[in-house]
């Protein structure tokens, strides 16, 4: 595909390519045959440069030349390490994203494509959520500075698009999950982080401990499927306005749901304990992903079970060298 400027072959320069959404869309351009003739894609780390800082975010830009970017990289972590760290995940993702845009401007790259979170709309709002609503009021107490953070990407593309008139645009994904995610109990995301405790209790023969009710409600969606579509809006998405990445309402389903999937994923016998003193998080975030549908409506999600099972297998598999 040559670059919507017309300059040559498309190089996609695609932030946090090491993590989970990095990983799974690295496997569908390299591995799955999305890759075309003459694209050039160059996946970063957080070891090829600090994007907190912008002279080296300016380095490794200079240095890969990119017409295209996938912004994926961000300081990430689990609901109780949000509640803890706040102000950190609202300062280091400010600096994080403006650098990498600014950056990208400066530099004139056609297209940037960021991904948000399903975490940023408000908290006190109706059901289902759709792209419209991010801005009509505050975020859940628990993580409302990596919500802040995210919600200004939104706002820089508006920005940037109509001060320059640039076509930066926006994922909104919903609760990914898949091989390569962060598997620690304390910082990883929910599915993963019980996977590696359910690992865990099996192998100690002790009881599966989960924090809260297990009664929220989410949208999980594999990593693959994210990495598919992510693809699709580099290609093909026109819009500045953002767009939902999400399985539909009727799939969504409890956390006690997914705890039983991945016990049964990994063949885990023993007592499940619901510590109701800790919190829930948000009870629900029910996304509607219609406007995905009206762009795809023939797209095949990856049913969660086996999402579970894929990803369970291989957190077994890679259990030394996965992040735990």
Not at 58 to 87: C, D, Q, S
Not at 310 to 324: G, M, Q, S
Request: aromatic content about 10%.
């Amino acid at each position: 595909m040559a670059s919507q400027s017309g300059s040559g072959p498309m190089r996609v320069l695609v932030t946090g390519g090491s993590g989970l959404i990095g990983k799974a869309i690295e496997h569908v351009v390299m591995k799955d045959g999305e890759k075309r003739e003459g694209e050039h894609w160059i996946f970063l780390s957080s070891k090829d440069a600090n994007l907190m800082d912008l002279e080296q975010t300016r380095a490794v830009f200079e240095k890969h030349r990119p017409t295209h970017v996938i912004h994926l990289a961000a300081k990430v972590g689990g609901l109780y390490l949000h509640m803890r760290e706040n102000l950190y995940f609202l300062r280091d993702n400010l600096r994080i994203n403006d650098n990498v845009l600014q950056t990208a401007h400066a530099m004139g790259v056609t297209k940037v494509v960021s991904c948000l979170s399903s975490c940023i709309f408000p908290d006190k709002t109706t059901y289902p959520i759709d792209e419209t609503m991010i801005h009509n009021g505050p975020p859940h107490e628990s993580n409302y500075g990596y919500s802040h953070a995210k919600r200004m990407i939104d706002v820089q593309n508006r920005a940037y698009f109509g001060q320059y008139g640039h076509r930066y645009t926006a994922v909104i994904p919903t609760n990914v999950f898949g091989p390569h995610d962060n598997f620690n109990e304390d910082e990883g995301h929910v599915l993963t982080a019980i996977m590696n405790k359910t690992y865990k209790a099996k192998r100690d023969n002790t009881t599966l401990n989960v924090w809260g009710s297990g009664k929220p409600l989410r949208q999980f969606i594999f990593s693959m499927d994210i990495g598919r579509l992510m693809v699709w809006v580099l290609r093909e998405y026109d819009e500045v306005n953002p767009i939902i990445l999400s399985v539909g309402e009727e799939d969504e389903v409890s956390i006690q749901e997914a705890v039983e999937m991945i016990a049964e994923a990994l063949e885990f016998k023993g007592q499940i304990h619901y510590d109701t003193s800790l919190s829930d998080g948000q009870l629900k975030k029910t996304a509607n992903n219609a406007k995905l549908r009206r762009y795809l409506p023939d797209f095949t999600f990856t049913p969660l079970r086996e999402g579970i099972k894929l990803t369970c297998d291989w957190f077994v598999k890679n259990y030394e060298h996965a992040r735990t």
